[in-house]
T-cell receptor, first 113, second 116 residues
Framework: AQSVTQLDSQVPVFEEAPVELRCNYS??????LFWYVQYPNQGLQLLLK??????LVKGINGFEAEFNKSQTSFHLRKPSVHISDTAEYFC???????????FGTGTRLKVLA | GAVVSQHPSRVICKSGTSVKIECRSL??????MFWYRQFPKQSLMLMAT?????????EQGVEKDKFLINHASLTLSTLTVTSAHPEDSSFYIC????????????FGPGTRLTVT
């Protein structure tokens, strides 16, 4: 069975500092990987996705993620965060057979002034 | 493109009543829609997979008689919470999958259900 682990439940970081949100997955088959952001009382917004090809994926709002197959990781990074990046971030894996998503438990990014 | 809407965005109902939530794909046809439930400060848990013209497939532990799902057309799926109780209060989010982009789901903005 597939699973997604986001080890950090909360990540505080000062404005303009870099940040990395960690995501590890387990799967015996090839998967598709996603990062979503959720602002309070809103739905999910896609930040970026890895389907195949280049392991470095660039997304919206200056975010990027690197797919590392050997470490089964898909960590999200941003070189300089803004106050507006404060939100909940979810890593998800899609099962190619069922198209179901399995979400991680989320990481709350809090950007401090 | 690929916009998914939900209605209502918020609903308050009395215990014992039923409430219906609509999920619409606005600019594409969705052969499959998914319904998720999210408790405060928690992740999204898949409740069921809804395929147009067929019965929904429920995840383990989800009561199909309580959470009725209908996918009557390629652009509309509904979730009806029957005989709602306070413990059903939650944030319900739907997503839709375009047929030629099987790997990706597009999410609605969510519906906040409060049962009093």
């Amino acid at each position: 069975a597939q699973s997604v682990t986001q080890l950090d439940s909360q990540v505080p970081v000062f404005e303009e500092a870099p940040v990395e949100l960690r995501c590890n997955y387990s799967s015996s088959v090839s998967v598709y990987l996603f990062w979503y952001v959720q602002y309070p009382n809103q739905g999910l917004q896609l930040l970026l996705k890895y389907l195949s090809g280049s392991t470095l994926v660039k997304g919206i709002n200056g975010f990027e993620a690197e797919f590392n197959k050997s470490q089964t990781s898909f960590h999200l990074r941003k070189p300089s965060v803004h106050i507006s990046d404060t939100a909940e971030y979810f890593c998800a894996v899609s099962d190619p057979g069922t198209y179901k998503y399995i979400f991680g438990t989320g990481t709350r990014l809090k950007v401090l002034a | 493109g690929a916009v998914v809407s939900q209605h209502p965005s918020r609903v308050i109902c009395k215990s014992g009543t039923s409430v219906k939530i609509e999920c619409r794909s606005l600019d594409f046809q969705a052969t499959t829609m998914f319904w998720y439930r999210q408790f405060p400060k928690q992740s999204l848990m898949l409740m069921a997979t809804s395929n147009e013209g067929s019965k929904a497939t429920y995840e383990q532990g989800v009561e199909k008689d309580k959470f009725l799902i209908n996918h009557a057309s390629l652009t509309l799926s509904t979730l009806t919470v029957t005989s709602a109780h306070p413990e059903d209060s939650s944030f319900y989010i739907c997503s839709a999958r375009p047929p030629r982009q099987g790997y990706e789901q597009y999410f609605g903005p969510g519906t906040r259900l409060t049962v009093t």
